[in-house]
C-alpha cells in the first residue's frame, strides 16, 4: 500500500466550493478507481487556500498509470482543477512505521 | 483532532540510522504525550531524504504547547535533530472529508 500525497494551492476566497467539489470528486471518481483504499482531505490551519489529499492505493501504478492514464482522470480534473491556483505537488510515500 | 504534518530533510546516505532514530523516539517521547493519539512516518518514494511525520493531536494546544514547551520536546530533539538538513516545515491540517 502506497500514500499519493498531493499539496494542492487554491484561492482562499473560494474554500467552500472548492471543499465541496474535490469531496464530491473523490467519493464519485477516484473512490471508484482500480486499487483505491481510502482518501483524506485536509485543510491546512495556517496556511488559508493549502490542502492536502491523502489517497492509499494497492500500488504505485495503481495511481501513476491506471488512474491517470484513464478517462477517469479527465473526469477528475474537470471538478478540482478549475480551482487550482499552481499545479499541486504529487509525492508518493510508503510506511516506514506507525503506532 | 488535528494532524501535525512535520515535512522531514535528511542526508538519504542517513536514512537507516534515522528511521530507526524517528521510530525510536516518536514511540517512547512523543506517544507519552497528552492529547496525542497516533503517528506515522512515511518515506518518500520520489525523494530520497525526504519523510513526513503525521502525528494526530486532541488539540492544536496539545502539540504547539503541552509537548513543544515540555522537557520531552528537547529529548525528542536530541534523537531526530542531528539529521535534519534544515528545519522541518510543520503546519496543521483538520479534516475536511475521507471515506
Known sequence: MILEHADIRIDPAQASAFEAAISHGAASVIAQAKG????KIKRSIESPGRYLLLIYWDTLQD?????RQSP???QWRAIVG??????PLVEHLELVSQS
Chains 1, 2 share one sequence.
Open 63 to 67: 495511481h501513476t498509470v491506471g488512474f
Open 36 to 39: 483505491f483504499h481510502g482518501y
Open 72 to 74: 477517469a482522470f479527465a
Open 82 to 87: 478549475p480551482f487550482f491556483v499552481q499545479a
